[in-house]
């Protein structure tokens, strides 16, 4: 009975309606996570369970048991951050930095879905393989919500990471 | 832990899950998506189920009779499933529930069982004649989906039973469908008013139609007035054959914060001619 949270097993609390954001937050310390509506509106609270973005808010930690969680606090290496980090940074994808941690662990995942072929509602061609274009990263990004109006920033920032990908 | 925290089961198996809920009153859990923000508190109350993890509840599978959708399955797997064209509305409205991260846990059972009028779910399977799976330890049984979503909030569930399936019948597989919603703005929002056609066609001929509109009425409706309408008309003039009086008559509908009876009423045949355009085959140049 353990999640591993960023490489570390966490054990699974005894009390099972413990959401994943209390654990995160409350329990092992990691504070990355926000809390924002703490109902599935907001997105601020985004988390990668086995690499798939889900909103820890609405995740039961006995739901994870067994799987592997990955918070803002473990994309990087520890040393260097994680390139979606950087972005964030070099193209202003932030004013108060409450909706961050969740924008950025959703963007990742994001990319991958995009570039693995899932088409969105958006996509016209879909034959054609995850073309990034800021439409997309829009529609594909409107489940996490930013009240600073950051999101230009934030689509100018997947962008560059999607153009360094391809490179 | 108090008795009343600690009474939470997770069951793999449906025999046990189905005994449960035959042992006393339970609140079903699926992806939680409709069930947290009802429940406006920090953590679920009373004795719940949790069905994330009950074997063959999701997943969707193709028989001689038709298709069979488990209610477990969220709308991510709807929406990256290789379906029919008939099954176009249902992943096109999958990928408009909320974002990415409430499709990777919101179910197609939950949606219906959550009966709301907004519920994208609805007017996809409508036009898809689509029946509901019911189990409990008494047995397995089945009812339109018309007579399973009886109005606001309010199903044809008894206490006892769980949602298991959605079948879609094989002749409904022919055509194809689409849907198209309305909301206040772009992205995530709450449907004004939703539509889901699905047009066979024959040289040049409408054969068959289907149309359903949601949340402009307390439950989402079939308007077999305005599809008798359609059948036998050529491509070009199917979308005009589309009148406000006749869409008027089959929908009576409700006007609340999110807009007039008039306008909704507007909407839904703008809506309707739009998605009879998206789901006619692209007609040959001649
Ligand atoms: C931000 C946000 C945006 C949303 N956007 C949309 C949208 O655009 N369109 C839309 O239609 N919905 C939307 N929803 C609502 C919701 O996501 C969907 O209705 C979803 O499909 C519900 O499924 P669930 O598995 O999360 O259900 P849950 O919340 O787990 O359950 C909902 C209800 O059904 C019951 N239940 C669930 N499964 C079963 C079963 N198998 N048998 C018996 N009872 C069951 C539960 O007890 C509960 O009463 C949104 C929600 C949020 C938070
Ligand atoms: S805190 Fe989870 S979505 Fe808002
Ligand atoms: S930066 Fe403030 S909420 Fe997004």
Redesign the interface.
Known sequence: MAISVNGTDIPVP????V?LLDLLRERAHLTGTKVGC????C?AC?VLLDG????S????A??ADGRSVTTIEGLGDGAALHPMQQAFIDHDGFQCGYCTPGQIC?AV??LR?LQGG????VTADLAGQGTVTAEEI????????CRCGAHNGIVEAILQVAKEQAA | ?TEA??D?A?PTALPEALALLAAGPRTVLA???DL??A?QA???AGP?L?I??LDGLAGITAGPDGLRIGAGTTWTAL??ADLPPALVALQ?AA??V?????Q??GTLGGNLCNASPAADGVPPLLVLGAEVELASVRGVRRLPLERFVLGVRKTALAADELLTAVHIPAAALAGRSAFVKLGAR???VISIAMVAVRIVAERGQVVEAALAVGACSAVARRLPAVEAALVGAPLSEVAARITEAEVAAALSPIADIRGTADYRLEAACVLLRRAVTQALPVEEPA
């Open positions: 005894d009390d099972p309606r959401s703490n109902q599935g509106a997105g985004t798939e973005r889900v909103l808010c609405l995740t039961l006995v739901q959703a995942a994001m879905e899932v088409p969105s509602y829009r529609e594909r990004m409107s489940g996490n919500l | 832990m925290t600690s939470y997770r992806g939680g998506t947290y923000p429940t920090q953590r679920l719940l949790d994330t993890a929406a990256e096109q990928r408009l909320g974002g990415r991260q409430i990777n846990a772009a992205y995530l």
